[in-house]
C-alpha cells in the first residue's frame, strides 16, 4: 500500500496513475470465476448488513452451472444465499425461541450444523397452531416450505403469516423468512443444496 501510494503521489514516476485502478469498488460486484489458488475477497462486508435485502444485488437469471448454497448466521438473523463463496443476496430471519444448538424435539432450537434440503413442498394450504391461544392459523408457513436433512423431524426454511417476527427469536426451531423473500430464494434452491 504504501508503494502505491508512493506511485501514485510521486511527480518522478511520470503521470500520476491510480495503481488500483483495475480493482472494483465496495458498491460494484466482483463476479470473479475462482480459479486455482485464486481467491475471491468481499471488500467491505458490513455494507451488505446495513443494506436491506430489497436493495441488495438483484437476483438474475440463474446459472446452473453455479454452485449455490445457503449460509445461516443465527447471531446475525440471517440467511445468506450464497455462490461458491460469494454472497448474493442477505436476507432477515427468525429463528428458535431458546439459544443454542438443538438437544431434543420441542426444544425451541434452531440446530446448528451442516445439512442439505430434502425437498422443497407448497405450504400454502398448511394450518398452524403456536399454542399462543389464538388457535390454527391459515398461511402459517407461507407459500413453500423447505424440508431439511439435520437429524431433527420438521425443521425447515419457510415463510409467514407474522412479517413482525422477522429478526427475532420465535420460531419452535425452523427459520422463517418473510414471503416476498422467500419467494426470492426458492428458485435457487434444489434438493441436496447445501444449508450451514
Known sequence: VAFGFHWFLSSRN???????????KAEQSADLQPEAGAVTVL??????????????????GIDPKAS???????????????????VVKIFPVAIGRNEGNKTKSGDMRTPEGKFSVERIQDSSAWVHDF??????????????????????????????H?????????????????????AELVPYVKTGMKVQ
Not at 68 to 86: A, C, D, N, P
Not at 162 to 182: F, Q, Y
Open 14 to 24: 511520470g503521470p500520476r496513475i491510480d495503481p488500483l485502478g483495475e480493482f472494483p
Open 43 to 60: 471488500v467491505s462486508s458490513s455494507d451488505l448488513m446495513a443494506r436491506p435485502a430489497s436493495t441488495e444485488t438483484r437476483l438474475d
Open 68 to 86: 449455490y448454497w445457503i449460509r445461516i448466521e443465527k447471531g446475525k438473523f440471517t440467511l445468506s444465499l450464497m455462490r461458491e463463496v460469494r
Open 131 to 160: 399454542g399462543d391461544g389464538k388457535g390454527p392459523i391459515a398461511g402459517a408457513y407461507g407459500p413453500n416450505f423447505i424440508r431439511l436433512k439435520t437429524g431433527w423431524s420438521g425443521i425447515g426454511i419457510h415463510g409467514t
Open 162 to 182: 407474522d412479517p413482525a417476527s422477522i429478526g427475532k427469536r420465535v420460531t419452535e426451531g425452523c427459520i422463517r423468512l418473510k414471503d416476498e423473500n422467500l
